[in-house]
């Protein structure tokens, strides 16, 4: 079984400093993939980045304002934001994938408020 725990969101000041960290712990295999989604209220969630060791994955329409890391020997993945908006405010999840099994986990969330 794999936990992952989120930190590092709260309140943002727009145009500020967003950083995300994501720990994974738990797992007898290794973690194939892991990304970051999020889910503003009344809206879908969605995709914010992923990173895999064939590479990552930056969807068009945040127009690669987040840019994701991954620390491979602590099983951690971080997102940083670049100017932050009110718009990016958002329940944010780190989601993994955990090879051999292939079963997707979630984190809890957390919650990221862009507002001055």
């Known amino acids: 079984q794999v936990q992952l725990v989120e930190s590092g969101g709260g309140l943002v000041q727009p145009g500020g400093s967003l950083r995300l960290s994501c720990a994974a712990s738990?797992?007898?295999?290794?973690?194939?993939?892991m990304r970051w989604w999020r889910q503003a209220p009344g809206k879908r969630r969605e995709l914010v980045a992923g990173i895999s060791k064939d590479g990552i994955i930056s969807p068009d329409s945040l127009a690669g304002r987040f840019s994701i890391t991954r620390d491979n020997a602590k099983n951690t993945i971080y997102l940083e934001a670049d100017s932050p908006k009110p718009e990016d405010t958002a329940v944010y999840y780190c989601?993994?994938?955990?090879?051999?099994?292939?079963?997707?986990?979630w984190g809890q969330g957390t919650q990221v408020t862009v507002s001055s």
């Open positions: 989601n993994a994938v955990e090879s051999v099994t292939w079963k997707n986990y």
């Open positions: 738990g797992s007898q295999y290794s973690i194939e993939t």
